[in-house]
């Protein structure tokens, strides 16, 4: 039997970049507030002090910052036909572990989702007709809009700090910005990073052939900056450790660097880490939560009775806490009917490496999210008509470090391994960049996630079973973005080029992206979404899914976690300013 605690006003599952914002804002309205952690406390300062957290051995190859398979996993197969097996090394993406989340570990890219992404299939259908979309293809829109989100993308791009030239300003375009971004109620906190060799290069190019390059949104700060939270950050020094590190030196956002100076002070809040939630609690008529059960180090249960429950874990992990405590009806793809774990997407990224003999690119001096983008091919900034397939990307030069160990390029026809080997990394390494493509993942009635028929973790709980592979549709996409990146690589007068499309299937031994979507999706309608417009439960109207990108309907052609942040802030403006009015449904 658990031991039953006092009871909170709320109770957050997971201390990342949700967890933190929605701890701030309704500990700040006076409830109070228990965060509970899977993972260890994480402090910038004792963490990742500059004397070494630029262990690329450490963090980067054996992954101190993420989670243990041991600790949780889930399976996987890229058909229902295959039997799926555990993951037994994190690799094709990797979920954080410990405060802060992945919020510690991410590059600091910080984009705004288009306006036609939030109404994706009525935009598409109206333009191209129905019959453009492939049958099996899911895709949603949104049941919020770009201009009800926009003053939310504002408050976390304020949190964050974050560098960038705005393109549109309350619908003006604006010279040097993004000219395809929706409009901006306010220019970016902090000026644009300093640009590197490379990405001076490729914006040369881009314009040559009748592009608008802009420099990437970047989270990685220009200048130092104090935050609407009064909490101080520094200025970015171009270390290239942003992506599977902490930052020591308070310039890269995060939740450490951004919220939890300010969350700590206050005296109704409350971490309690190391600790495992087993299962979200349900009252006799399974239409209220009455909080969490979860298991310490120890392996000592308790019960944390609360009167609101807000799910704020990793995204895959959201799906499986739903499923297994009974919330929501679980998808069986067979039929279509049914919405927890339905629209699981991803991100469909490709490369193009050159190397450039005749220039001292110093891959090195870099950051998670500076570089030089153009965005002429993300989502329907291009006509599809004669393509055969609908979705895009971002793409541009954002090489992101030159750490020794895993920065190894060489030209073609170079041995494996040896003195020959040897001698062409060591003339190589200054001289090659890679540019790359970011694309769509849109939703597939054959992709989904659901509880493993055979295999448990260490608390005896069933994993979580991930099906997918990339379709048709994503890797005609690919191919397309990655022939137009190659287009304006060899307008860069490389001395070797090499593309690299996406190919199918997925593999989950091959590092991508983390942006995993999709699960509990949000919409306006209970039969094809688990929450309604304010994230909030169909089925249990005092738990919430507060901005995860679980919520997702499908994956675009952006980094996540700015529409992640905005949703957070979304959903605590719901939460204090209609829900605590009138506990209920919000719709």
């Not at 996987?76 to 993951?87: E, G, M, V």
């Not at 989340?101 to 935009?123: C, E, K, M, V, Y």
């Not at 295999?455 to 990655?482: I, V, W």
């Not at 979507?517 to 899914?545: A, K």
Request: proline share 7%; net charge neutral; hydrophobic share 35%.
């Amino acid at each position: 039997m658990a031991r039953k605690l006092p009871s909170k006003n709320v109770v957050v599952i997971g201390l990342g970049w949700t967890g933190s914002i929605l701890s701030y804002h309704l500990a700040k309205a006076g409830l109070d507030v228990v965060a509970i952690e899977r993972g260890p406390w994480r402090d910038t300062a004792t963490d990742f002090p500059p004397a070494y957290a630029q262990d690329e051995l450490r963090y980067a190859i054996r992954l101190d910052l993420f989670l243990r398979p041991a600790q949780e996993t889930l399976t996987f197969r890229n058909r229902a036909d295959q039997t799926a097996l555990p993951i037994r090394n994190f690799a094709g993406f990797l979920p954080g572990n410990g405060v802060g989340g992945a919020g510690i570990h991410w590059n600091g890219q910080t984009w705004r989702f288009l306006p036609t992404d939030f109404r994706l299939r009525s935009h598409l259908t109206e333009r191209y007709g129905a019959s453009m979309l492939p049958g099996d293809m899911t895709i949603q829109d949104w049941p919020v809009s770009y201009d009800e989100l926009e003053p939310y993308y504002d408050r976390f791009e304020k949190l964050c700090g974050t560098s960038g030239k705005a393109g549109n300003l309350k619908g003006v375009k604006q010279d040097g910005g993004n000219p395809f971004e929706g409009w901006r109620s306010s220019e970016y906190p902090t000026p644009p990073l300093k640009q590197g060799l490379g990405a001076t290069l490729f914006a040369e190019a881009a314009r040559k052939l009748g592009h608008s390059p802009f420099p990437q949104p970047a989270s990685n700060l220009s200048e130092a900056y104090t935050n609407p939270l009064g909490i101080r950050m520094g200025q970015c020094s171009y270390c290239g450790f942003c992506e599977r590190f902490g930052c020591g030196n308070y310039s890269k956002a995060s939740p450490q660097t951004c919220v939890l100076p300010a969350l700590m002070r206050l005296p109704n809040f409350t971490a309690q880490t190391e600790s495992e939630v087993l299962r979200i609690n349900l009252d006799s008529t399974g239409k209220r939560a009455t909080g969490v059960t979860y298991v310490d180090t120890s392996g000592e249960e308790w019960e944390q009775p609360a009167d609101i429950v807000l799910l704020c874990a990793f995204a895959l992990f959201n799906v499986q806490l739903m499923l297994i405590s009974g919330i929501g009806k679980p998808y069986d793809p067979d039929s279509g009917q049914g919405v927890l774990g339905r629209n699981y997407a991803y991100q469909t990224t490709s490369s193009v490496s050159v190397i450039l003999k005749d220039k001292v690119l110093n891959p090195f001096i870099a950051t998670g999210a500076h570089g030089m983008m153009i965005d002429d091919y993300n989502g329907d900034n291009f006509d599809h008509g004669n393509l055969g397939f609908v979705g895009g990307g971002y793409m541009g030069a954002g090489q992101t470090n030159g750490r020794p160990i895993q920065t190894r390029p060489v030209p073609k026809g170079t041995p494996k391994w040896g003195a020959a080997w040897k001698k062409a990394t060591a003339e190589t390494y200054q001289h090659a960049y890679s540019l790359s493509t970011h694309g769509s993942s849109y939703s597939y009635r054959d992709c989904w996630l659901d509880l493993d028929p055979t295999y448990k973790d260490r608390l005896g709980r069933p994993l979580m079973r991930m099906t997918f592979d990339f379709h048709d549709n994503e890797l005609k996409m690919s191919a397309y973005l990655t022939e137009r990146l190659a287009e304006i690589a060899k307008a860069m007068n490389p001395t070797e080029m090499q593309a690299h499309p996406r190919k199918g299937p997925y593999d989950s031994t091959i590092y991508q992206t983390t942006h995993n979507t999709g699960g509990t999706v949000m919409g306006d309608d209970p039969q094809t979404s688990v929450l309604n417009r304010y994230c909030q439960s169909w089925d249990v109207h005092n738990l919430f899914i507060p901005g995860g990108a679980s919520v997702f309907p499908q994956n675009h052609g952006y980094n996540p976690t700015n529409t992640v942040g905005a949703l957070a802030f979304w959903t605590a403006d719901a939460i204090t300013q209609l829900y605590l009015k009138n506990p209920g449904p919000l719709v």
